[in-house]
């Protein structure tokens, strides 16, 4: 689904958030360039700035009351807009969801993509992609997104299916380079790297989350956490490790 921001003005500017698998456009009004005109459109920067300050108004209140909780009407009074403004950039509520939700993935996995240490053993460095992770994951915030994004997969489909292109297949590509360098190194027994990645982030990342989101745990990246994710680290190396290694790689 691709969320558009804008209306049939021929002069418009977009926003696009990219990610492995395409890109998603959100286009929103902008003005002929042209300054110091009272009547005249918003500029293009101005524009973007506004669909941006109602993105973060938007998701306030979806992460506060829910996406029925949250009307329309309290979404244009928080970001001081109003309802006609709101629907002019983004068509309806549901798209506005999205948008909120695709946005806040995009905007930590890009500032989050770690970098990391090639020397490091490779369950440490899997420990490092966990880390950077679920520091971000195992928030209030991100448990509120998740119980939100639960609640409304069924009836947004296609946002589930964004969502998992977005963060999940993001996730695991990262994780899919580590395994697949320590597979041709003979590291581990591996003939297929992108799904052993996406069994590692099932097990290592999106479990913890769900939990946090269900109220199973706290959502904190806490002491108890980090060694809950060790041991499920360790348990996914084991399963990969070629015979004649053992548990040596671990240590």
């Known amino acids: 689904m691709v969320a558009h921001l804008g209306n049939r003005s021929p002069i418009s500017a977009s926003a696009t958030i990219r990610h492995g698998g ?5 286009k929103v009004r902008s003005g002929s360039g042209k300054r110091g005109g009272r009547t005249g459109r918003p500029t293009a920067e101005a ?5 941006s300050h109602i993105l973060q108004s938007a998701r306030e209140m979806f992460f506060e009351h829910g996406f029925d909780g949250a009307s329309a009407d309290m979404i ?3 970001a001081k807009i109003s309802k006609r403004t709101l629907y002019a950039r983004f068509g309806s509520k549901a798209r506005v969801f999205e948008a909120v939700i695709l946005d806040e993935i995009d905007t930590q996995l890009r500032a989050l993509e770690p970098a990391v240490d090639a020397d490091l053993a490779v369950v440490d460095r899997l420990q490092s992609i ?18 939100v994004v639960i609640a409304q997969a069924v009836r947004f489909p296609a946002l589930a299916a964004n969502i998992h ?6 996730a695991a590509q990262w994780v899919a380079s580590i395994l697949g360098a320590a597979a041709a190194k003979g590291e581990l027994d591996l003939p297929d790297p992108v799904f052993a990645a996406e069994q590692f982030v099932t097990l290592v990342v999106v479990a913890p989350m769900r939990r946090a989101a269900l109220g199973l745990a706290p959502p904190a990246y806490d002491e108890n956490a980090r060694a809950r994710v060790r041991r499920g680290i360790e348990l996914f190396i084991i399963g990969c490790l070629p015979p004649a290694l053992g548990t040596e790689n671990m240590q």
């Open 22 to 26: 395409g890109e998603i456009e959100m």
């Open 47 to 51: 524009a973007i700035r506004l669909t």
């Open 76 to 78: 244009a009074e928080r």
């Open 130 to 147: 966990a880390d950077v992770l679920l520091e971000w994951l195992l928030t209030p915030r991100i448990a509120s997104m998740e119980r």
């Open 165 to 170: 292109e977005f963060g999940f297949q993001r």
